[in-house]
């Protein structure tokens, strides 16, 4: 199996999509992973046989066509089987609003067939995608739709974007956040449920436990969970330990331990 990020070219696309990725494989598979929760939203299209979404450990879903996963809160798992031949475009936390038009919230915890949202858009895709068609032209042909459908009235104002990114990487209250920054709570509430489509402090939690976990993956030596725990600012060991396992089931230890964890696939 072969996984590629792709850069972004169209410079009107710079500031809502981070990247493309494409996952190929010439032999068939049978692909039966968990996927772990982002702080932002990939739309996929899918050329191969279908991928199962399964929510809670039984909820079922096979979503037909584009589609898209609104922001999860825990882990989910993922089947799929054959050769493999996918898509993604992944947004930052605030890109996709301006190409949706709907607030994000609408869809935390979900799993959307696009053509239920943006029907235009989601035939736009599927009309003019092949599966056959080479990398180069398949992104050139979805960063040109994507531009037809953004709405400059559903921009994010450049002050949204630095709160976004502020909140970020800044892991003090919610209270301290505002007043650093000069916003009410109830208005970060609702910039977040429109534009990213979970609550503040999720965002955070999500957030803080991406960049611990692209800190583990990338350190060979064992984790030391206790500078883990200081240098990201928990409140302690056993905090850090209790927010890791909600979101992977796992402990550090046992994730980095478990040989078939997703730690492979995101390396």
Not at 5 to 32: A, C, E, G, P, T
Not at 181 to 205: D, M, N, W
């Amino acid at each position: 199996m072969e996984f590629k990020r792709y850069k972004v070219i169209n410079s009107q696309l710079n500031k809502l999509v981070k990247y493309f990725w494409v996952i190929n494989s010439s032999q068939d598979l049978f692909v039966n992973h968990d996927l772990l929760p982002v702080g932002n939203i990939d739309i996929i299209l899918n050329f191969s046989s279908p991928i199962k979404y399964i929510m809670d450990g039984s909820r079922e879903f096979t979503p037909r066509g584009v589609h898209f996963n609104g922001i999860q809160s825990r882990k989910y798992g993922i089947q799929q089987s054959g050769k493999l031949n996918v898509v993604g475009i992944s947004f930052f936390p605030t890109g996709l609003y301006p190409i949706l038009h709907i607030p994000l919230s609408e869809f935390t915890n979900q799993t959307i067939e696009l053509t239920n949202i943006n029907q235009g858009l989601s035939s736009a895709l599927q009309n003019r995608l092949t599966s056959d068609m080479p990398i180069a032209k398949k992104l050139d042909t979805i960063e040109k739709t994507l531009i037809q459908f953004i709405k400059s009235d559903y921009l994010p104002p450049e002050y949204i974007l630095k709160v976004v990114n502020n909140l970020y990487v800044d892991y003090t209250t919610l209270e301290l956040f505002c007043n650093r920054y000069g916003i009410h709570k109830r208005t970060l509430e609702r910039i977040f449920g429109k534009y990213v489509g979970i609550a503040p402090k999720s965002f955070q939690k999500i957030s803080r436990f991406q960049r611990v976990l692209s800190k583990m993956i990338h350190d060979d030596n064992s984790p030391n969970l206790t500078k883990l725990a200081v240098d990201y600012d928990y409140y302690d060991q056993s905090h850090f330990l209790k927010e890791f396992k909600s979101f992977t089931g796992l402990s550090p230890l046992q994730f980095i331990s478990k040989s078939t964890s997703i730690k492979k696939i995101m390396n």
